[in-house]
């Protein structure tokens, strides 16, 4: 392997850059040189969140372009739709198959577009999981972004212990249980 760009979307509040972080410690864990960036926009008022994470034997650029993806993550379907152009033609797009309206839908301006992950495996390949109830089935709603990352880690590589291992060090010690958990439901989806 060269180089793996991964770039994570979401909402604000999702998780998103906790996210980026576990997969660049693992693959830094791994010995790959790792670039990270962030791109916070509106993150605390439910707007979008943009991460990316670069690693390889030699990374220079933190920012993923623009058709270079080979891994999207997005924690909600609109993100998804939104950043599918970033997609290498044999990308994974890995989607939490979640509906949260932007405020242009609340305040009646636009409307949520219909069958978007329809939409999106015409021309990606695609896998979906519904984070948000495997999350609540596991007793804490918000570990969604490890069932999600969970899945995606099939496609990103590395071990199952490697994934956890960096999953212990990295979230809150009250919640690893839950957050291993979480990923696992993910991860064997």
């Given at each position: 392997?060269?180089?793996?760009?991964?770039?994570?979307?979401?909402?604000?509040?999702?998780?998103?850059?906790?996210?980026?972080?576990?997969?660049?410690?693992?693959?830094?864990?791994?010995?790959?040189?790792?670039?990270?960036s962030?791109?916070h926009?509106?993150?605390?008022r439910?707007?979008?969140?943009?991460?990316?994470?670069?690693?390889?034997?030699?990374v220079?650029?933190?920012?993923?372009?623009?058709?270079d993806?080979?891994?999207?993550?997005?924690?909600?379907r609109?993100?998804?739709?939104r950043?599918?152009?970033?997609?290498k033609?044999d990308?994974v797009?890995?989607?939490?198959d979640?509906?949260?309206?932007?405020?242009?839908?609340v305040?009646?301006?636009?409307?949520?577009?219909?069958?978007?992950?329809?939409?999106?495996?015409d021309?990606?390949?695609?896998f979906?999981i519904?984070?948000?109830s495997?999350a609540?089935?596991?007793g804490?709603?918000?570990?969604?972004?490890?069932?999600?990352?969970?899945?995606?880690?099939?496609?990103?590589?590395f071990s199952k212990?490697?994934w956890l291992?960096?999953?212990?060090?990295?979230?809150?010690?009250?919640?690893?249980?839950?957050?291993?958990?979480?990923?696992?439901a993910?991860y064997?989806?």
């Amino acid at each position: 392997m060269d180089k793996l760009n991964v770039m994570i979307v979401g909402v604000g509040g999702q998780g998103t850059l906790l996210t980026s972080r576990i997969i660049g410690k693992v693959a830094l864990s791994a010995g790959y040189d790792v670039k990270i960036s962030e791109v916070h926009g509106m993150a605390q008022r439910g707007g979008s969140v943009v991460t990316f994470v670069r690693y390889g034997e030699n990374v220079c650029e933190p920012v993923v372009e623009e058709g270079d993806a080979d891994i999207l993550i997005a924690f909600e379907r609109l993100e998804a739709l939104r950043y599918a152009h970033f997609l290498k033609k044999d990308g994974v797009l890995i989607v939490n198959d979640c509906k949260i309206d932007p405020m242009t839908v609340v305040i009646g301006a636009n409307q949520y577009p219909e069958n978007i992950i329809e939409t999106l495996k015409d021309e990606h390949k695609v896998f979906s999981i519904d984070g948000a109830s495997v999350a609540k089935s596991l007793g804490n709603s918000k570990v969604l972004n490890s069932v999600v990352l969970g899945l995606a880690a099939k496609y990103i590589g590395f071990s199952k212990e490697q994934w956890l291992s960096i999953i212990e060090k990295t979230v809150p010690s009250k919640t690893i249980e839950i957050n291993e958990k979480a990923f696992l439901a993910g991860y064997e989806n």
